[in-house]
């Protein structure tokens, strides 16, 4: 029984010699074969994870041109601005808009915003200063962007515009900034 038990205990401590058939040439074989694909799935992954990392944020645009023809018929327009005569008149001369000069009808302070009315609509404020001294300053009138057109009425016609271009340019960003997180932002 001792010379069994001698021969068991000896075959347990061959047995990994015994059952390693592969020498160290071989493991190294595989070795190099195991990290040369690796580095193979790694370079496919850093594609992935690059091409990932690329697509997190998306730009995306839209331009639309449209052309519109634009027809009114029996339309009230004015060529400009009602204004309330008496009021303005009353007002100027109390100084609210700055002092003017009672014999030359000029404004004291050439920073007023009555000197910057003067300055900019010459004709305008001739045919205001004009209206005051003769009496015939209308209770309301128009002050036109077109011209001198101190009693103007709005008029009615026709009024087309057989062209009416418009553009519209969007910019576009979505962005996935973490599973419960989207961005959409236009510009």
Same mark, same amino acid.
């Given at each position: 029984?001792?010379? !069994?038990?001698?021969?068991?205990?000896?075959?347990?401590?061959?047995?990994? +010699?015994?059952?390693?058939?592969?020498?160290? @040439?071989?493991?190294?074989?595989?070795? &190099?074969?195991?990290?040369?694909?690796?580095?193979?799935?790694?370079?496919?992954?850093?594609?992935?994870?690059?091409?990932?990392?690329?697509?997190?944020?998306?730009?995306? /645009?839209?331009?639309? +041109?449209?052309? &519109?023809?634009?027809?009114?018929? #029996?339309?009230?327009?004015?060529?400009?601005?009602?204004? #309330?005569?008496?009021?303005?008149?009353? #007002?100027? $001369?109390?100084?609210?808009?700055?002092?003017?000069?009672? @014999?030359?009808?000029?404004?004291?302070?050439?920073?007023?915003?009555?000197?910057? $009315?003067?300055?900019?609509?010459?004709?305008?404020?001739?045919? $205001?200063?004009? /209206?005051?001294?003769?009496?015939?300053?209308?209770? +309301?009138?128009?002050?036109?962007?077109? /011209? !001198?057109?101190? /009693?103007?009425?709005? &008029?009615?016609? #026709?009024?087309?515009? &057989?062209?009416?271009?418009?553009?519209?340019?969007?910019?576009?960003?979505?962005?996935?900034?973490?599973?419960? +997180?989207? $961005?959409?932002?236009? !510009?």
């Amino acid at each position: 029984m001792k010379k !069994l038990v001698a021969i068991c205990a000896t075959a347990l401590l061959l047995s990994p +010699v015994a059952l390693r058939a592969e020498t160290d @040439a071989e493991l190294q074989l595989k070795l &190099d074969q195991m990290t040369k694909e690796l580095s193979e799935i790694s370079k496919r992954l850093d594609a992935t994870e690059k091409h990932t990392a690329t697509d997190r944020i998306q730009f995306t /645009g839209d331009l639309r +041109v449209k052309a &519109d023809t634009l027809h009114y018929q #029996d339309a009230t327009w004015s060529p400009g601005v009602a204004l #309330d005569m008496q009021q303005f008149a009353a #007002d100027t $001369f109390s100084g609210a808009f700055g002092l003017l000069d009672p @014999a030359t009808m000029q404004p004291l302070d050439p920073n007023s915003p009555i000197a910057g $009315f003067m300055q900019q609509y010459p004709n305008h404020a001739m045919a $205001f200063g004009t /209206g005051v001294m003769t009496g015939t300053l209308p209770a +309301v009138g128009y002050l036109s962007m077109l /011209g !001198l057109d101190m /009693g103007v009425k709005p &008029d009615k016609g #026709d009024i087309n515009n &057989d062209i009416a271009n418009t553009t519209r340019l969007r910019l576009n960003m979505k962005s996935k900034v973490a599973n419960n +997180v989207d $961005f959409a932002g236009r !510009l």
